[in-house]
Nanobody, 127 residues
Framework: QVQLVESGGGLVQTGGSLTLSCAAS??????MAWFRQAPGKEREFVAQ????????YYTDSVKGRFTISRNNAKNTLYLQMNSLKPEDTAVYYC??????????????????????WGQGTQVTVSS
């Protein structure tokens, strides 16, 4: 059974760091991603990681500041966020793409392409 549970959000000052975790059971063979949604805005793609962790992809606004990783032995997905900015404020969600099948490759940047979601964790960056 697939279950995704995020943690690690909070309030941080501009320039600070946070690490988000997603306890992810049943998804070790599948592509995963982080999305975020700010108030009044659509959910947007942040980063994607392949099932093995060897391939990653980031939206331009977080390149060089965020790092996505996974530890399949611990069933956990991570998002290390450095040099945080007020515009990073949002609810952050982890997501898994099981519909494409195990060990699939390529990029999936749209929210509708992911079929399992966590409940989200709030990140607030103060100026």
């Amino acid at each position: 059974q697939v279950q995704l549970v995020e943690s690690g959000g909070g309030l941080v000052q501009t320039g600070g760091s946070l690490t988000l975790s997603c306890a992810a059971s049943g998804v070790n063979k599948y592509r995963m991603a982080w999305f975020r949604q700010a108030p009044g805005k659509e959910r947007e793609f942040v980063a994607q990681i392949s099932w093995s962790g060897s391939n990653t992809y980031y939206t331009d606004s977080v390149k060089g500041r965020f790092t996505i990783s996974r530890n399949n032995a611990k069933n956990t997905l991570y998002l290390q966020m450095n040099s945080l900015k007020p515009e990073d404020t949002a609810v952050y969600y982890c997501a898994a793409d099981l519909a494409s099948g195990p060990f699939s490759s390529g990029l999936k940047l749209a929210a509708h392409q992911y079929d399992y979601w966590g409940q989200g964790t709030q990140v607030t960056v103060s100026s």
